[in-house]
């Protein structure tokens, strides 16, 4: 290729990439894109439709979105955001994940423990008072840590009103704004259906479109025992979306990495996917195998095995998009660009030289920081810490083990979820096999945990002789303090403190050598980007409240075009189709009631909105500030938006406001529930 | 990758493509895999078996396959096999192909003119009497001569008893059989649904899978003016195929390239093909805009743009085929293989200098004979040829004229399907523009038709001055011999005497050069396939009877799995989710006939039988002999058929027994061809 037409084919591929970028944006309530939304769509949002829709969206501390969809306190998120109180409330006689659950009135909603639920109040920009903590001068970590004791001062200022007070990193350190949330800690399960039909299509469906999923669960927040009043919330649309309308989705999309440098981005591409691809592809064979030996087995490797499979067709969907030589040249070309505008190429020098330690250290880290380790060790790694750093005072703890954090650990290590000898055995055998193979013999982790002996052996013995199967053993070594541990000879404790110490040796070495050189490299990256193109780019997903927009658009796939809805015929089709084979098959409820829905009705559609893990529950949203969806998943493709934005084939999922009301009134007869959505 | 890498990789890859080629095999019925069939699948079928099956199947000289499903005659193919009888029947008051058609009683059935279809009566390997024919020592184009003669002696010398008589060349020219069917000329209309029913999703859905067609047509031939005594026929399943069931298709597979070289293959990938799709690409932006000027326009151009895009398909997926790396590369192996066992690679090498000819002239070539010219310069063509073709004797012409040909010849010129001027016009001057750009000002072809003017106003002057608009102009010529044609000044004419002696090198060149040698070299290729391998491959199809096998069996798509099955429910799905819109919209009886209808009921189904275009129509038949389906399509993937089996993703589509007499019964109410196919 001549130099003539190389560089016309970047120009090609740049102004492909412009073109695509159109409705990208996951954008802070404080920036959205107005000018783009007014040329492009000729919207022009109010602030009280801003400020509506934001005091309408909630966060679910699990790890998910939702929206208030009436004044009395009601939200909507996803079942398998709401699963952990799903679950927790069912109990031998009541399988609600299996059947359901519906308060047909407001004294049976049931209270899920534990629950938290986020309304972001307020935003304030502390970038300069977070900059003015730094001396002139220091280094890295100084920097870091100068930064970090001020935040903390700032938030626990903020919260002594009963609040929720989070400092933000913004632009992976180019702003931090303080987040102020009102906190709904009561929050009572209201209705979930048959998790079959919440999860219609089990794995091979999941990241797939078409789609025919009812996966949502209504829950209300109260207040002094009462249902709390919102005042925000989002009316019902009775009409839906159409086909290229405009919508918009509010939620808490987790992370992205879209500003990091190709260096990180080459390091996820070429250490952390495919090492956790590997990993994925070697223990699902290990689970289907033990599952492979009984119904029983079957059932206790489901939940881990469902986890599995999700994460690895996500892994999938992002080394495909970072493999993608087109879109990630693109990528190249801007910061190549960005970096000659800059007049600086140091911060990206010190992030690739970062990286590369990273990189270095990649294989032995996830064993080391007990990554996807088998539940047991876990146990015994949280009892270990809990009771070393209690005894700190609480601003020198590591941040989980602090006090606002202290209930999460012992609720975790207080649950009564079952363990099972054979299954924590065969995973606790495989992952110290595998550190082996991957480390070798002489590596610190495998003589620390091995010492001479083989996994299999080491395994065996310490689930036997453990007594950290039993909860009250749990609370007692908790209760104990770090003596009683630390003189123990429980073979799993025994584990979990030979890891210890190369553990905080790699964390130390991560945030001071890694993560704290990356974070000032951004910092002045950003400060150039603002000079350059002026704050016209959202900052990447930091499961904070995101306002995305797009429009409900079919995609081409497998040579024709997928059609941007589903219907109930659709989901009928898929089930009769397979002859009702699992993971197709319908609750009895929908076999039942068949004849009695609208089966016309949309289901499930999809939009170009620009979504990631973490927006599961975000309410889909009209113009008019309505509700037409509820965001539950992204096709295969969407997973690029980890790493840039694309609407050719990326979509977001959402089922369908009336696909909701025909399921709730014509398949569950809860008129009530059905009838508080729908009054105006 | 080290010499060891690289040899494991190709066992693996011959491996799985060994294993890939399980049920390969468009099987003639003198050769079907009865090895296979007992050791795969415990069939053994009797002699009786067999020759029902190939009794009850028809080939439609239009281009398809069918089957008789009664007694009395009836036959049953696909919607567009018999859309040219549907249309020629239409008028200005009865629209069958837009309304359908159905005869309730015999009376009411409807002759197709020029409509014959055959029944394969008897085979005989007549290899040897043809190799006698050719004395030794004669060169390539002496063998075929003589070859020629003989075939054409035997074919007359049958065909005496008024059957139908092909000599038909099986394995490249390995072996000659001598083909002989009844032939009934007397073929009515029965049954059509509506176009929009039968291609439900027009060209975005065509060539995938799932898929929502009732691409059926039925026909009843007659003998004597009475309904045909069909003894062997398929009788109809009321319980349809099952998931993993194992099924045959019987029908007439056009043309495969499995036999051809890995010369020959490349010839297609790097010229052919590619070629074709940059016409195609060309015509289609062309023809939309045409389209785009007015519904009168749309209208005109509608039949070519989907006969365009139609073949764009078909050509995308046969060039991904062609450049699939692992497959191709299992044929490069397997050809090297073969290469040195047979001891002598020289047939190989004729073949790759042959094709090397054909490349080289590929391009010219295209013009020169007429492929894909505008419709007033073929029929000029064609008036020029008929007028000099016929006044030579018989066996002298150019096959295509001979004098059982000639019906068809006179058939076209003088069909009385309406020509535009402004389409012709632009049709002609952007063929002749591209002819220019493609071959040069100086290439003889262009200096015959420009002659230094410009293709625009060489149209625009042929079209508006020719007389070859008025049918009758057309008839007087054939009728007025070749002194008329030779001395008209008709510029049509002119332009197409200016093309024919160009036509006639080209012709001359590729039989002589390049056919003939390869029909030679292929010959003794396929006896060294016969001493190494034995007889235990199927011919390369040829548009004659075979008998192909497989699974009904889904794939993965687009990160999931694609149900073996669709049912009426889809059919709606689609319908309902794209808000009707074309080309899902739904005929009328459709939306007044849904509640009627059982949704479950299986409407199409694909499996793993190897087939390719030829095959439309074909039934899809169990084991028990009866009818479970009716092929129409293929997936995308279903293209590389053409070049290599492979049951990974390619599937062959077929409307199924169930969903037919479903839409039969309550859809069209037809209760009495819905109980001549469900007596038993």
């Known amino acids: 290729m001549s130099t003539l037409h190389r560089t ?17 944006g996951m954008w802070t309530f404080d920036n959205p894109p107005r ?22 969206s909630v966060r679910f501390m699990d790890g998910g979105s ?18 952990q109180c799903i679950q927790n409330l069912s109990n031998e006689t009541s399988d609600y994940v299996a059947n359901g659950f519906y308060a047909a009135s407001r004294d049976k909603e049931m209270p899920c423990p534990g629950y938290e639920v986020n309304v972001l109040t307020a935003m304030e920009d502390v970038t300069a008072r977070l900059q003015a903590a730094v001396k002139p001068g220091s280094d890295d970590k100084a920097a870091r840590d100068a930064r970090t004791s001020e935040s903390t001062r700032l938030q626990n200022e903020c919260a002594k009103g009963g609040l929720r007070c989070d400092i933000v990193t913004l632009y992976q350190g180019g702003e931090y704004h303080l987040y102020r949330y009102k906190k709904y800690t009561d929050v009572r399960l209201v209705f979930a259906p048959e998790e079959q039909i919440a999860f219609f299509g089990g794995d091979p469906d999941n990241f797939t479109f078409p789609r025919h999923d009812v996966d949502i669960a209504f829950f209300r927040a109260y207040e002094n025992g009462k249902p709390a009043q919102s005042a925000a919330y989002l009316p019902w649309s009775l009409a839906g979306a159409k086909q290229d309308e405009l919508v918009f989705v509010s939620g808490n999309p987790g992370s992205t990495s879209r500003l990091r440098t190709m260096a990180e981005l080459h390091g996820l591409r070429d250490y952390a996917v495919p090492v956790s ?33 999700n994460a690895q067709k996500a892994y999938v969907g992002r080394l495909k998009a970072l493999q993608d030589q087109q879109a990630m040249g693109a990528k190249a070309d801007a910061e190549q660009q960005l970096r000659g505008k800059a007049g600086d190429a140091s911060p990206w020098d010190a992030i690739a ?5 990273s990189n270095d250290r990649f294989l032995d880290v996830r064993y080391v920081t007990f990554n996807r380790a088998p539940q047991l060790l876990v146990l015994a790694s949280q009892i270990v810490r809990y009771t070393a750093e209690t005894r700190k005072p609480n601003e020198q703890r590591l941040p989980e083990y602090a006090d606002a954090a202290l209930p999460a650990v012992t609720n975790s290590v207080l649950s009564k979820a079952p363990l099972y000898d054979d ?13 082996q193979e991957a480390l070798g013999p002489n590596h610190p982790f495998v003589k620390a945990t091995l010492g001479g002996r083989a996994p299999a052996d080491v395994a065996k013995q310490a689930v036997a002789n453990t007594k950290l199967k039993d909860v009250a053993a749990r609370k007692g070594l908790l209760e104990g303090g770090p003596a009683a541990v630390q003189s123990s000879v429980d073979p799993m404790l025994v584990l979990a403190r030979a890891i210890d110490p190369l553990n905080r040796e790699v964390r130390r070495f991560y945030e001071d050598e890694v993560d704290a050189v990356i974070l000032r490299a951004h910092e002045k990256i950003a400060q150039a980007r603002w000079k350059v193109f002026g704050k016209t780019i959202h900052p990447d997903a930091t499961f904070t409240l995101r306002l995305s927009y797009g429009t409900v658009k079919s995609f081409p796939a497998e040579g024709t075009q997928v059609a941007p809805f589903t219907t109930f015929h659709g989901l009928y089709d898929r089930w009769a189709s397979w002859g009702g084979k699992e993971p197709w098959n319908l609750p009895k409820r929908y076999l039942d009631n068949k004849a ?15 979504i990631i893990g973490g927006n599961s529950g975000s309410p889909t949203i009209n113009r008019a500030g309505e509700f037409v969806g509820i965001i539950f998943d992204g096709n295969i493709e969407s997973l690029a938006l980890d ?7 990326a979509r977001a999922v959402s089922v369908d406001s009336r696909g909701i009301l025909e399921a709730l009134r014509k398949v569950y007869g809860a008129t009530g529930l059905a009838d508080e959505l729908a009054r105006r």
Do not use: I
């Open 596 to 610: 009695a829905l609208n089966l016309e009705t949309p289901l499930n559609f999809v939009s170009t909105a620009d």
């Open 643 to 649: 790493f840039y934005y694309s609407e050719e084939v």
């Open 8 to 24: 016309l084919a970047l120009c090609l591929v740049s102004l492909a990439a412009v073109a695509a970028r159109a409705d990208e």
């Open 423 to 435: 299954f924590e055995e065969l995973l606790l055998a495989d992952w110290l096999a595998e550190a």
């Open 35 to 56: 000018e783009r939304w007014k040329q492009v769509y000729g919207f022009e949002p109010t602030k009280a439709w801003l400020d509506k829709v934001r005091l309408a």
């Open 353 to 357: 030289a970062a990286q590369k330690k």
């Open 66 to 83: 939702g929206s208030f969809v009436s004044p009395d306190g009601l939200m909507l998120t996803n079942h398998h955001v709401g699963f």
């Open 277 to 309: 691809l590997r990993f994925l592809e070697r223990r699902l064979k290990l689970l289907n195998a033990y599952a492979g030996r009984g119904a029983e087995q079957g059932r206790r490797a489901r939940s881990l095995m469902r986890n599995y499979e």
